[in-house]
């Protein structure tokens, strides 16, 4: 009987999560229906509709994207990323070709920066996805190599317009295509990996120990994560040192990466092998004050210790963050 009652309540967790997932697609193709019913000027109606269409899109974008995080599956969040890409790239296209196509130069203007604005939503929603210093690295690189034809060929169409014939399209289309690139570059930037205030990445500067070495020097010294050990995870093809993972499957790992040093962490325990995080699985250890750092806040935590140590000899933890400039 107890079989039974947990088949049915597997169908019915799976059966609520689709058809959530249903409403949330439905929502989000609600949201572009209404741009094509957008009236030509941009009276109340239009405005109404306008922002009916934004509250659709965070609505159906939004919740859609609680219901991919909460599955567990490699493939369906691999292909997710894609497909939050790809729908960024379309939007950026149909906004262009809104201004080209539309009757109405400040109509299309609307519609391209409500489009460029979710396009952003979804480039920003692919590249958090991003945790490991490879992909940061592939992400970064990508939109910053897309910035770069977007702002020539932007600057271009203005040039164009000015010396040839004026076109107020041409003049909307280049400022569009300026600032998109200029996002794009700051997004690349954003992700840098070798910029590590903006991701859960920090670099150990003047690292000179092998990762045996410094596993060794730190072994006796317990962290929030508990002693180190030496495994292998999924995104480097080099040793490793790892802290965790703990009951959240938070887990921390340094590795040598184009020759620099970086602590990183993470939540995805399927990078880790899994008899080898079972074996070193850990309930976080509090600091005297009885407080835990955040996930985020670790890697920093960790750098400032083995810099420590790179210093002065001396392995101390300490929960204490430096304060960032604002």
């Not at 690139?181 to 670099?203: K, Q, T």
Request: with cysteine; glycine share 8%.
């Amino acid at each position: 009987m107890e079989v039974i009652l947990e088949k049915i309540r597997a169908f019915m967790k799976r059966s609520g999560g689709r058809a959530e997932l249903a409403i949330d697609i439905l929502c989000l193709l609600a949201s572009y229906g209404l741009i094509f019913m957008l009236p030509q000027k941009l009276n109340i109606l239009f405005w109404i509709i306008f922002g009916i269409s934004a509250f659709l899109f965070c609505i159906g974008f939004f919740r859609m994207g609680t219901v991919i995080d909460r599955c567990k599956a490699k493939k369906v969040k691999r292909s997710s990323e894609i497909l939050l890409i790809a729908s960024g790239i379309v939007l950026n296209c149909s906004g262009v070709l809104a201004i080209w196509k539309d009757q109405s130069i400040e109509r299309g203007i609307c519609i391209a920066t409500l489009l460029l604005i979710e396009a952003i939503v979804m480039y920003s929603a692919a590249a958090s996805r991003a945790v490991t210093l490879r992909l940061q690295w592939i992400i970064s690189l990508i939109f910053r190599i897309a910035a770069v034809p977007m702002a020539i060929g932007g600057i271009a169409a203005i040039v164009h317009s000015i010396i040839s014939s004026f076109s107020g399209t041409n003049i909307a289309m280049g400022v569009f295509l300026i600032v998109e690139g200029i996002i794009f570059w700051a997004i690349g930037s954003g992700n840098d990996p070798f910029d590590p205030s903006f991701s859960p990445v920090r670099a150990v500067p003047g690292m000179n120990k092998t990762v045996q070495e410094l596993c060794d020097a730190l072994a006796d010294t317990e962290t929030q994560l508990g002693f180190p050990w030496i495994g292998k995870v999924g995104t480097a093809k080099e040793e490793t040192i790892i802290y965790g993972p703990t009951d959240e499957d938070v887990f921390v790992y340094g590795h040598y990466h184009s020759g620099r040093f970086y602590i990183v962490s993470g939540d995805d325990i399927s990078l880790l092998d899994a008899k080898q995080a079972d074996a070193h699985r850990i309930t976080e250890i509090p600091d005297s004050k009885g407080s835990c750092l955040s996930a985020e806040l670790l890697p920093e935590a960790y750098s400032n210790m083995i810099t420590s140590y790179l210093e002065n000899g001396k392995v101390v933890w300490s929960s204490k963050i430096n304060k960032r400039k604002e």
